[in-house]
Every structure is written in C-alpha cells, then in structure tokens.
C-alpha cells in the first residue's frame, strides 16, 4: 500500500494524488492538517525520507517566520514544532513500504512505486 500525506487544498499535493490515483489501487490517503502525525510517526517518516528534520519544514510559512525562524533549535525541537504546527510539514510526503519522497513536483513519486 502506498501512503500519502495530503493537504487537499494544495495543487502540488492534488497533482500528486491524482497522479497516484492513475498509477496506483491501494492508497491511504493521510490528511495530515486533519490527523497529524505524532512525533514518532513523524521521526519515523524523517528517517525513510533521509533528510534532516529543518529539510521538511516549510519555512516560508507564517508561522515558522513568527515563531521559529531565528531559534537555533534540535532536530527534536524542530520535528516536535511541526507537530504542534503541520502545517509546516512540507508536502505532499509519498510512503512506499521502506521508501518514501516529498512529491514536489509529483512525479518524484515514480522512483518508489
């Protein structure tokens, strides 16, 4: 099963689902804003993707230029920021089994299906 984490009023992440949809049958489909991901969840997913957590923040976000932008902070204080915030976590993140991709643009999706 392939898992994406979707924001449903981002084009970039409706592109992909889209996308998924045409190459794919089994989709959970994660409406992150909806359901956040929990700082585990959320390590976990860091981990598969590869990347430091600060790689999966979108820092141009108001409330990262307000709130976060100039701390110096972990990579725990930055996954438990975008847990208490998700919209900050960048998107669309597709998961296939040990795989996984920020989606953007969508066909990036393609390398773990």
């Known amino acids: 099963m392939v898992t994406i984490f ?4 981002c084009g970039k992440s409706r592109e992909c689902l889209a996308f998924l949809n ?3 049958e089994d989709i959970d489909v994660v409406n992150y804003l909806v359901n956040p991901p929990t700082f ?21 976000e108001s409330i990262w ?4 932008k100039h701390k ?10 975008m847990v208490q915030h998700p919209i900050l976590i960048e998107r669309p993140i597709v998961i296939n089994e040990n795989k996984a991709v920020i989606a953007r ?4 999706a393609k390398a773990i299906l």
């Open 6 to 9: 979707h924001n449903p009023r």
């Open 22 to 24: 045409q190459e794919k």
């Open 40 to 60: 585990e969840e959320l390590s976990s997913i860091i981990q598969v993707l590869r990347i430091k957590p600060i790689e999966l923040v979108r820092q141009k």
């Open 65 to 68: 230029i307000s709130d976060f």
């Open 72 to 81: 110096s902070m972990s990579d725990s204080e930055v996954i438990q920021a």
């Open 105 to 108: 643009p969508y066909d990036k």
